[in-house]
């Protein structure tokens, strides 16, 4: 009995340092994400390697603070304090992604405030991104604010 509660403890562990690590945005006053909340392809406890020519998918549970008529997405790469929109994602509707609590059912917008909503997509690393080091800043909100937002340390490979 004590090797078996060792080797769940172990696992747990090992299960606790494959979470994706996520900072709340810095301007932001969205409720602040953990690391359960988020899941990214590649990313691990520490920096998430993007490999090129590669897709990343990505789910993020949240509970909006507000009413949101629609949603859009605010995804960049900052570099070296530089904000540089993802080609294609920046500025697009994420209403498509926008699933039930679960992440089963796609409901799209309009999204309540106060209830559980999945986002889940996926995004492609491009062969002529440079190899770098950057912060991925993830946002999904509206002209008035974020719904949700959070920042991943990463390094495109």
């Known amino acids: ?78 570099i070296l304090d530089v904000p540089l929109p993802f080609p294609g994602y920046y500025g697009s509707s994420a209403c498509p992604f926008i699933h039930d609590a679960e992440g089963k059912e796609k409901v799209g917008c309009p999204l309540k405030a106060g209830e559980t909503y999945t986002y889940k997509n996926s995004f492609k690393i491009l062969p002529v991104y440079p190899t770098v080091n950057l912060v991925v800043h993830w946002g999904l909100g509206d002209k008035n604010g974020d719904a949700v937002c959070f920042e991943i340390p990463a390094r495109i490979k």
Do not use: H, W, Y
Not at 5 to 12: A, G, K, M, N, P
Not at 13 to 33: F, I, M, N, W
């Open 1 to 78: 009995m004590n090797a078996l509660l060792r080797i769940v403890f172990i696992v747990c562990l090992v299960t606790l340092g494959q979470a994706t690590e996520v900072k709340q945005c810095p301007k932001s006053k969205t409720k602040r994400l953990s690391s359960d909340d988020v899941t990214l392809t590649s990313c691990t406890k520490g920096k998430c390697i993007l490999k090129r020519n590669t897709d990343v998918d990505i789910s993020m549970k949240f509970t909006p603070d507000r009413d949101f008529k629609d949603l859009n997405s605010d995804i960049t790469g900052i």
